[in-house]
Structure formats: C-alpha cells, structure tokens
C-alpha cells in the first residue's frame, strides 16, 4: 500500500507539472499575441500619423530613436521630436498615408504605403515602404527607415521637375520595353532562360525565389522567370512592367547596361505568402555610379511559389547623383527638404 501511494503520488506531480508546463505555455502564447497586436497597432499609428496625432506618437518611440529616409537621417528622441513636428505639422500639415501591406516577425514591423498632401504648397502623390524595430518585450521602436522616391515631390517643383521627367525618360527609353521612347530605340538582348524548381516546403522555397527576385543580377536574372505567374506585374519609382514576357525583355535591358550592378539582403521577412525585404544596391548602371539603400515586396499566388507582384523602393536621386548633369538638381532639392524638415541642418551652408 505504501508503494502504491509512494507511485501514485509520483504520478500526481507529474500531471500537475504537465498541466503547469500547458497553463504556462497558454498563458505566454497569449501574452505574445497580446504584444504582436500592440505592435501592429504602433506601427499604423507611427505610419499614418497626421498632423493632431504627432504629439500622441512620440511616446512610442525609445530615446536613443534613429530614423532614416532617402534624405534625413535623425538620431535620438529630441531630434525625432522636433523632425516630425516640422516635416508633419510644419511642412505637410494635411499629410494622409494609408498602409496598404503589413508584416509583423519577431520585433521587425514591414508595411507598405501611399502618401498624398502638400510639401510646403505643393500638391504630390508617393508609395513607399517602411520598416521598424521594436526594442525586445516592448512597444517602443528604436529604429524605423521610411523608403520613397524623392523624385515624387521634386516633380511637383518648378525648376527641378525638368530634371526628374528627364531622367525618368532616359531610364524608361533604357529599360521599359512598352514605353514610346522620344530618343532612338535600344535593341533588345537576346535572352537565355534557365528553370529551377525545388520540391522543398513552400515557405522555403518562397524564400529562395523571393532572395533571388530582390538581388538580380546580370548572369541569375534568367533564372527568376519562370517562378512569375501568367499575370504577374512589376512596379519601381519609374517603371511598370505586366507580363513575364515583358519583365524578361525588361531585365535583358536592364542588365545589359548594369553588367557590375549587385545587391545585397540586409534585413527580410516572410509571412502569409508576402515577403519583404531591405537591401542595399551598388554598381554601375549606364555609366553613372549608384549605391543606393532601398526594400521590395514580393506577393506570391497562395501558397504556391509563383510570384504575382513585386515592387522596388528606392529614390531615383540615389541613381541620379552619379550623373554629373543631374547631381546639381538633386543636391539643390535635398538642401531645400532639408531646411524644411531637418532640426540639425544648417541651411546656410
């Protein structure tokens, strides 16, 4: 009888430690649920802040903040402070942004947007992507890049718009096959195509074509084309391509003129059969110098590997500086943001 209790009462124990092990788990599930959700909610908030909100996002940043755009780079809370109240409720106090896209992995917060409003009274329309990092058990983000074309606005500003419709068109006539070129036409390349499928898991194999997709380059491009969907699209700040035929044609273009052109993967996330991902570009790319940061989204058909939609953020004034003809209008028009919206910008210099 005793060894039966002495048994029984081992027993006991146990299925009390499996039912604590099973509260335990449940009860950190949830408070990660919890979190993810505050998190996702932050992250609206700081992307579609307007002007009577500015002061209601502030708290959510940490005090050692750094932020980053095609233009400013702002480090710590009082800088932060003083950059939104001046970019937002200054310079675009009737400034609207709708996500459209989000991820959430782990602390890392992904989002697409459109932008549209005033800069200082003149009237423009953007896209961009963003990314943020929570600090570890918190709300608070540390960092956040904002990736959009300042092309977009420098085309509303008379003086500079000459330039970017100028380039844009040079680009257009190098690359995008579909588009009625005013110069003469550049030929076509032959193109050799190349299919690699894989039979691993689909999460795996969407990041193996999704990391290709993003760092392209002259001798793997062939390779991307047939993981594209019959009506698959591409769009960057200047280009919109429809088809695989025509995104073929286009990248043949492309690299003809970028031999040397490469990127590398910093940060990437993959969730719900989109994937996002932060990059820097460095190379040539007809003749002009280019290193440019920049982040894409690449949407595959539910749960296949084949991709229907992937988009390029980055400004054309990163592309537009390595031709000396165009680096003067870039410069002058980063000297005018920034004496908008930059606190630490002297605007005398």
């Known amino acids: 009888m005793k060894t039966f209790n002495q048994c029984f009462a081992i027993f006991a124990g146990f299925v009390i430690l499996l ?11 949830e408070e990660e649920n919890k979190l993810n959700s505050e998190r996702m909610k932050v992250g609206r908030l700081l992307l579609e ?21 095609p233009i400013v780079n702002i480090k ?12 937002i409720v200054g310079a675009s106090p009737n400034l609207v942004t709708i996500v459209e896209d989000e991820i959430l992995i782990n602390d890392t ?60 068109t040079f680009y257009k006539c190098s690359v995008d096959p579909t588009f009625e070129c005013p110069f003469a036409p550049a030929s076509d390349n032959e193109i050799t195509k190349s299919s690699s499928q894989s039979q691993s898991q689909i999460s795996k194999d969407q990041l193996t074509i999704a990391r290709l997709l993003v760092q392209l380059d002259a001798e793997n491009w062939p390779g991307v084309i047939p993981s594209l969907a019959n ?26 003129g970028s031999s040397d052109l490469y990127t590398v993967i910093e940060d990437e996330s993959l969730s719900n059969d989109i994937y996002m991902a932060t990059w820097t570009m460095t190379g040539l ?7 440019a940061p920049g982040m894409s ?38 000297h005018y943001y920034l004496c908008a919206v930059d606190p630490l910008y002297d605007c005398n210099k």
């Open 285 to 291: 790319s007809n003749g002009a110098t280019i290193t």
């Open 76 to 87: 710590g809370i009082n800088d932060m402070t003083a950059f939104l109240n001046q970019l």
């Open 297 to 334: 989204i690449v949407k595959f058909v539910k749960g296949t590997t084949k991709v229907y939609y992937s988009r390029d953020y980055y400004t054309e004034g990163d592309v537009m500086i390595g031709v000396p003809q165009l680096a003067d209008a870039v410069r002058g028009f980063r």
């Open 231 to 256: 009506n698959y699209e591409y769009h960057d700040p200047i280009v919109d391509i429809y088809g695989p035929e025509t995104m073929t044609t286009f990248l043949g273009r492309l690299f003809a």
């Open 49 to 69: 802040v307007q002007a009577p909100q500015v002061a209601e996002a502030i708290p959510y940043y940490t005090d050692d903040i750094e932020y980053h755009d």
């Open 109 to 168: 917060y992904s989002a697409t947007w459109v932008m549209s409003g005033d800069f200082l009274g003149s009237p423009y329309q953007a896209k961009g992507i963003s990314i943020f990092k929570f600090a570890p058990n918190s709300t608070q983000v540390y960092y956040q890049r904002d990736y959009y074309s300042e092309g977009d606005i420098m085309a509303t500003i008379t003086g500079l718009d000459s330039a970017i419709i100028g380039f844009r």
């Open 19 to 29: 039912f604590n092990l099973s509260c335990s788990n449940e009860d950190t599930n």
